[in-house]
């Protein structure tokens, strides 16, 4: 070989300079990063997304399932917490409220739903279940019935899975009696057809990193099947109102 030759031989073997070594790590560490922080945000805009839609979609279902459930019933038993007033919007939940239909007459028996709120977490959240009842003897009153219907779900608020799961991350539950309306008459403990009934619910979720959605609902409904009996309003019987009241 030739010295020429030798020569160009040497240059051509000489592989990448420390300069040139560290520009090419540097380019693809650039990119590697730029990558990353878009799969990053793809990622975090997914799951927000997710947890967006999921929320809308509980919070949806749990309003859908308790509107047709009250429309179609005509008793109802609805108990808030302790203290709270009839028409104070401000409560952050409903304790029960059993809606359904009472037939027999020497042998009542009760046909219908109860919703239950769970005791609230450190973070002011708390679960909504829903037992379904068929058939049930009426030995006593509704209130009794919807009391003891109470116990049997809460008795299984540990249980996972619960079998009377509906809805979590509520952070406000709410069925009462249209405060608005006039079908009710606290100071008499009274009522009149149709009753109205008013829902509400607000769920939060955490989604990725600070990020938090807050999605609330509330609507109202009536009792579209007439009311004869008794009902219960914080374990209080109100009556219905005849003409010549």
Not at 21 to 49: K, P
Not at 71 to 86: F, I, W
Not at 152 to 172: C, D, K, M, R, W
Request: charged share 20%.
């Amino acid at each position: 070989m030739n010295s020429k030759n030798e020569l160009s031989y040497k240059l051509n073997d000489r592989g990448l300079s420390l300069v040139e070594l560290i520009v090419a790590i540097s380019i693809g560490v650039i990119v590697s990063a730029s990558i990353a922080a878009l799969l990053t945000f793809s990622i975090r805009m997914y799951r927000n997304e997710s947890v967006n839609t999921s929320m809308q979609y509980e919070l949806q279902t749990n309003l859908n399932m308790m509107m047709d459930e009250i429309m179609g019933a005509s008793t109802m038993v609805v108990e808030q917490n302790t203290g709270v007033a009839l028409t104070d919007t401000g409560k952050p939940y409903t304790k029960f409220a059993m809606f359904g239909k009472v037939t027999g007459s020497s042998t009542k028996k009760f046909t219908g739903v109860i919703f239950v709120s769970s005791p609230a977490d450190s973070d002011n959240k708390f679960k909504i279940y829903m037992n379904r009842i068929k058939d049930k003897d009426v030995t006593s009153t509704i209130s009794a019935l919807a009391n003891a219907e109470y116990s049997t779900v809460s008795g299984a608020f540990a249980t996972n899975p619960n079998p009377y799961l509906l809805g979590e991350n509520a952070t406000q539950f709410i069925i009462q009696p249209d405060p608005d309306a006039h079908s009710f008459d606290a100071t008499e403990k009274t009522y009149t057809n149709p009753i109205e009934v008013k829902v509400e619910l607000l769920f939060e979720r955490n989604g990725w990193g600070t990020k938090k959605y807050s999605k609330h609902v509330d609507d109202i409904t009536y009792l579209r099947n007439k009311v004869t009996d008794s009902i219960y309003i914080d374990g209080v019987p109100y009556n219905i109102k005849k003409k010549d009241d």
